[in-house]
């Protein structure tokens, strides 16, 4: 079974889309000259972050929401405006919007599903929690891969709740995706900035990589430069340069993981299709690790069974399971009694995550708990009268420190929670113009 045609949606602008995902003004985006030369949806987006730093979060957003009318005129920028936008409402804690915009240019009508199929996942498979089950394979595998898609938190906060229980069965080693900076330079700052990466500026995911830090795993970055990736006059086709990465990305994995430690114990965090076991023409990173290591990976695909803005955009298998009421609190996995796990593709993955729908509460989803990792704290800021970006900053981090959660406050809304761990912090209101108009010290405990 061909493999969806949405893992690859980065290159939807067919080479445009291999050098937008591996240009280094992208993944390094200071200094602030670096945005210049790049399309205007990538332009208008790190405009404000390349001159405010951590304080441009919210005009990037609402710069790029001033020009949707222009967007929606341009064939040949409209797909990227939009995956550019649901990037950065993520980023800001609106992955309800994010979703939103996501399905309006990306969204593709599902099907029903076939009936032996259907009955097939309801008689032959029971739901396991998705976090025990992960757990429990990675104790017999040396390598687990999981994703995300890059336009939603999700996938990120789940991959919050598997470091520990990973450590603790023996992994050492974070090799993450989006890292634009060596993983030496991160370990001695304990942290990421701005600069890391690109993904890495959501909250969500900055988190996981200080958090990996923290409990002593080797965070490593394995993105393909673009002098491997970038498109060649000699390519017959797009693939070319997309198998190009891919083997450069398992390369430098296998050169920084399993060279340096040959006993290492591994958790890939990539984007989509990358940690696919098989392909055809198209070579995945995973395949290729795979065969480069002789280590059969417990590969698990987070991205296919989640909500959408409008139930016709969901997975048959997902609204199955909702419809049953299968889907409640947690992920799950679903096992069958010789302990194999359903995959939506089998051979591509070993297994396919469920996420139930999400529930919200002061406008923010409860996946944002993180399995009780985090909880909702209603700061006590007064409204400055417009809307505003509250952040989260952890006490004694650099000034360019990726924030711990941050979330918009509308001009005359209520103030929304921030989803905290415990710490201590620095709770800010930024506006548009990247001016803060109140700050104060918190401490969760």
Wanted: aromatic letters at 8%; proline letters at 7%; one cysteine or more.
């Amino acid at each position: 079974m061909p493999l969806r045609a949405t893992f690859c949606r980065w290159s939807l602008l067919g080479t445009v889309g291999i050098w937008l995902a591996t240009s280094p003004a992208l993944a390094e985006p200071d200094p602030p000259a670096a945005s210049q030369g790049l399309p205007w949806p990538l332009e208008t987006a790190n405009r404000p972050m390349d001159s405010l730093g951590t304080a441009g979060y919210l005009a990037s957003v609402l710069d790029l929401l001033d020009r949707e009318a222009e967007a929606e005129r341009s064939e040949e920028l409209g797909a990227l405006y939009y995956d550019v936008l649901a990037t950065r409402l993520a980023f800001v804690g609106d992955d309800e919007d994010a979703t939103r915009y996501d399905d309006r240019a990306f969204g593709t009508p599902a099907n029903d599903g076939p009936a032996d199929a259907k009955s097939a996942l309801i008689d032959a498979y029971r739901p396991a929690v998705a976090l025990d089950a992960i757990a429990a394979a990675a104790r017999e595998h040396r390598i687990v891969m999981i994703n995300e898609e890059h336009r939603s938190s999700q996938q990120r906060a789940f991959a919050n709740q598997l470091l520990v229980p990973l450590r603790e069965a023996g992994y050492t080693h974070l090799a993450i995706e989006t890292l634009g900076e060596t993983g030496e330079r991160l370990r001695a700052r304990g942290y990421p900035v701005l600069s890391s990466g690109t993904y890495t500026r959501d909250p969500a995911l900055g988190d996981l990589v200080r958090r990996a830090l923290a409990l002593g795993y080797v965070v490593i970055e394995y993105e393909a430069g673009p002098d491997v990736s970038a498109p060649r006059p000699d390519d017959t086709s797009p693939l070319d340069a997309i198998n190009r990465r891919e083997r450069g990305q398992a390369e430098n994995i296998v050169a920084r993981v399993f060279e340096q430690d040959p006993g290492a114990k591994l958790l890939v965090y990539a984007g989509r299709g990358h940690i696919s076991e098989s392909g055809d023409e198209w070579k995945p990173m995973g395949s290729v690790l795979k065969e480069a290591t002789g280590l059969d990976p417990f590969t698990v695909d987070l991205t296919a069974m989640v909500e959408h803005s409008d139930e016709k955009f969901e997975h048959w298998a997902f609204r199955l399971l909702a419809d049953k009421n299968i889907l409640r609190d947690e992920p799950i996995l679903m096992r069958a009694a010789n302990g194999e796990f359903w995959s939506e593709i089998p051979g591509a993955f070993d297994a396919t995550l469920f996420h139930p729908r999400t529930q919200h509460a002061d406008g923010r989803p409860s996946w944002m708990t993180m399995g009780g990792l985090r909880s909702a704290v209603r700061v006590p800021i007064d409204s400055p009268g417009c809307t505003v970006l509250l952040q989260a900053l952890v006490a004694g981090e650099n000034d360019d420190a990726v924030p711990l959660d941050q979330a918009v406050w509308w001009r005359e809304q209520a103030a929304p929670t921030l989803m905290l761990r415990r710490g201590d912090y620095v709770i800010r209101a930024v506006d548009r113009t990247g001016a803060v108009r109140q700050s104060i010290p918190l401490r969760v405990d």
